[in-house]
């Protein structure tokens, strides 16, 4: 399994509009079929500027990740681009998942 990481730094002159958006834009990715479910999660930083987020995404396979970034991550991404511009920064990373552990409480 892999997770598709999207850490973003969301400028405060668009942080509201842009929250209401990436609730909507997640499902949209899922749709694709390349993800198994996602998480939004906010960076507890402190930021001289605006509020960073991370949004994973798990993948079953190197394979759908790979045909997640060849058949729809620009036409997903463009959106973004368009609608926020510079106000928005993002990174995107990739991490393998080796083991998972879980504990169980009485």
């Not at 909507?24 to 996602?38: C, E, K, N, W």
């Not at 949004?55 to 926020?84: G, H, I, P, T």
């Not at 991490?95 to 552990?101: A, F």
Request: glycine fraction near 2%.
């Amino acid at each position: 399994m892999y997770i598709y990481n999207v850490t973003v730094n969301v400028d405060n002159s668009v942080h509201t509009e842009w929250l209401n958006w990436i609730k909507l834009h997640i499902p949209q990715v899922l749709d694709t079929g390349r993800f198994s479910d996602a998480k939004l999660t906010k960076v507890l930083v402190k930021e001289e500027t605006g509020v960073t987020y991370s949004v994973q995404y798990r993948a079953k396979s190197r394979e759908d990740l790979d045909n997640y970034y060849k058949l729809d991550a620009d036409r997903l991404r463009q959106e973004s681009l368009v609608k926020f511009a510079d106000k928005v920064l993002a990174f995107r990373t990739e991490l393998e998942i080796i083991d998972e552990y879980s504990v169980t409480f009485n």
